[in-house]
């Protein structure tokens, strides 16, 4: 249906930066919302970011507001999360997922990639 792979992770110094890529291919990329979303080990999963289809809307967790940026180009069928002045609670496996819903929560997510690895050093 619609097939989502994540890149861009990797280990920062805190207050670093990064920008985490999720490429889509399949259904029509601008018909659904996307959201970003992070795992812990031993921890549940959780909404960081969601952009509207147009990418007109953005919704941000508390924790990242401020820091995090969620941006799309559907042109190239891309969202895409800026991650500034890094913290050390941070560090997760982020994902990224595809909704047709405008939903905080994963369970409303349809498409899932497989994630990337964020590491937050000292």
């Known amino acids: 249906q619609v097939h989502l792979v994540e890149s861009g992770g990797g280990l920062v110094q805190a207050g670093g930066s990064l920008r985490l890529s999720c490429a889509a291919s399949g259904r029509t990329f601008s018909n659904y919302h996307m959201g970003w979303f992070r795992q812990a080990p031993g921890k549940d999963r959780e909404f960081v970011a969601r952009i509207s289809g147009s990418g007109i809307t953005t919704s941000y967790a508390d924790s990242v507001k401020g820091r995090f940026t969620i941006s799309r180009d559907n042109d190239k069928n891309t969202v895409y999360l800026e991650m500034n002045s890094l913290k050390p609670e941070d560090p997760a496996v982020y994902f990224c997922?595809?909704?047709?819903?405008?939903?905080?929560?994963?369970?409303?997510?349809?498409?899932w990639g497989q994630g990337t690895q964020v590491t937050v050093s000292s």
């Open positions: 997922a595809a909704d047709s819903r405008w939903s905080l929560s994963p369970a409303d997510y349809d498409y």
